[in-house]
């Protein structure tokens, strides 16, 4: 299994651009979600989907839009990137253990800047 | 929504020594409760976690208690060693009846071991 996946790594975008961060998974896990992740602040849940077609806000969902059409993708799109979008990008994804256990499985991160 | 407040933000100790990192949470509806630590340019990575109906759980060097009734929980790590160095996360579910859906963090406490 490859667990979550990221792509892009890195991106810079200028202010205005849009851009989608994609987010994949292969544990058909029924969960996921996006925190971004800023010096100081901890992470912080920007969207959550408990399944596919169904989403959620987080704490910071404004600027930010996200979808779920399938179990494996949940990509977070940017309408028009603001430098206060600056941060770096984690996708996790988790699911009902039934011993107790709702592990969130984290993506390697994307780090954004927006000039 | 929920809130977790997180003490201290930096902890340093000798090796050998004993850290306690403390949080609270608001949501009374939360009833799972992670702990991360992540090293730097890393994801970061579960190390131990509790439900709601349990009051302390240990695993090795690493320990974690809560109170339900006064919506805290606590990390102990024993006998620390330099590569407890990290920044450590704790977090709580937020308030739906599938726990670990998504979480709420603190902002973290960064760990110094010196030996």
């Known amino acids: 299994n490859a667990g979550v996946t990221q792509t892009p790594k890195f991106q810079v975008l200028k202010t205005g651009q849009s851009m989608t961060l994609q987010c994949a998974q292969d544990?058909?896990?029924?969960?996921m979600s996006w925190y971004r992740q800023d010096p100081g602040m901890g992470l912080r849940l920007i969207h959550y989907?408990?399944?596919?077609?169904?989403?959620d806000q987080g704490e910071v969902p404004n600027g930010y839009n996200v979808s779920r059409s399938t179990t494996e993708d949940f990509p977070l799109r940017l309408l028009s990137a603001a430098p206060s979008q600056t941060s770096v990008y984690f996708c996790?994804?988790?699911?009902?253990?039934?011993?107790?256990?709702?592990?969130?499985?984290f993506g390697p991160g994307t780090r954004l800047t927006v000039t | 929504g929920e809130n977790v407040e997180q003490h201290p933000s930096t902890l340093s100790v000798q090796e050998g020594d004993s850290a306690v990192i403390k949080c609270t949470y608001s949501?009374?509806?939360?009833?799972?409760f992670p702990w991360y630590k992540q090293e730097l340019g890393k994801r970061p990575q579960l190390i131990i976690d509790?439900?709601?109906?349990?009051g302390e759980k240990k695993d090795q060097r690493i320990a974690v208690t809560l109170n339900k009734t006064a919506k805290h929980f606590s990390l102990h790590i024993t006998e620390t060693q330099p590569e407890d160095s990290a920044v450590y996360f704790c977090?709580?579910?937020?308030?739906?009846?599938?726990?670990?859906?998504?979480?709420?963090f603190g902002k973290g406490t960064t760990l110094s071991v010196s030996s």
């Open positions: 996790a994804s988790s699911y009902s253990s039934g011993t107790g256990s709702y592990e969130q499985y």
């Open positions: 544990m058909n896990h029924e969960y």
């Open positions: 989907s408990v399944g596919a077609g169904i989403t």
């Open positions: 949501d009374s509806a939360s009833n799972y």
């Open positions: 509790i439900r709601s109906n349990v």
């Open positions: 977090a709580a579910s937020i308030g739906l009846d599938q726990a670990g859906t998504a979480l709420i």
